[in-house]
């Protein structure tokens, strides 16, 4: 299933929108019952408007109602050339916090269908920010 979700992943640096990095990335989140959502890197002029592929694919998801995520596939590199494993940026790493199960959900950064590295979002984000800190005990 993870060589699928990253040519998925690969295939989304086509549509990647970076003219002013160069640095195209691709993503493809699977869903717990196996759908999968998509996105690309979408920058702009001003730089805080951009978004990241990672975050795009989650929040097409969550737009249509889906919020049980599994994995989550990365591929990047200047000019859409691939040449190593690409990890998430910070502001995706707490999105990802946001909606998923730190020691469950694994994020797969990857070179190629073949070559790539598996580890879980409590790895890449320990002590993350997340929804259960923001719980109030009632009493």
């Given at each position: 299933?993870?060589?699928?979700?990253?040519?998925?992943?690969?295939?989304?640096?086509?549509?990647?929108?970076?003219?002013?990095?160069?640095?195209?990335?691709?993503?493809?989140?699977?869903?717990?019952?196996?759908?999968?959502?998509?996105?690309?890197?979408?920058?702009?002029?001003?730089?805080?408007?951009?978004?990241?592929?990672e975050r795009t694919a989650i929040f097409k998801a969550v737009s249509e109602?889906?919020?049980?995520?599994?994995?989550?596939?990365?591929?990047?590199?200047?000019?859409?050339?691939?040449?190593?494993?690409?990890?998430?940026?910070?502001?995706?790493?707490?999105?990802?916090?946001?909606?998923?199960?730190?020691?469950?959900?694994?994020?797969?950064?990857?070179?190629?269908?073949?070559?790539?590295?598996?580890?879980?979002?409590?790895?890449?984000?320990?002590?993350?920010?997340?929804?259960?800190?923001?719980?109030?005990?009632?009493?």
């Amino acid at each position: 299933m993870w060589e699928e979700l990253i040519r998925r992943a690969i295939a989304q640096l086509d549509y990647a929108y970076a003219p002013y990095s160069e640095f195209k990335v691709g993503a493809a989140l699977l869903c717990r019952d196996g759908r999968i959502f998509t996105g690309c890197n979408i920058e702009n002029s001003a730089y805080g408007p951009s978004n990241c592929a990672e975050r795009t694919a989650i929040f097409k998801a969550v737009s249509e109602g889906f919020r049980d995520f599994k994995a989550i596939a990365i591929v990047g590199g200047k000019h859409g050339k691939i040449e190593d494993y690409c990890a998430p940026c910070g502001v995706c790493r707490q999105v990802m916090a946001e909606f998923c199960h730190p020691k469950e959900f694994q994020i797969i950064m990857a070179k190629s269908p073949e070559d790539y590295q598996v580890c879980t979002l409590g790895e890449l984000l320990p002590k993350a920010f997340s929804p259960k800190i923001l719980e109030v005990e009632q009493g």
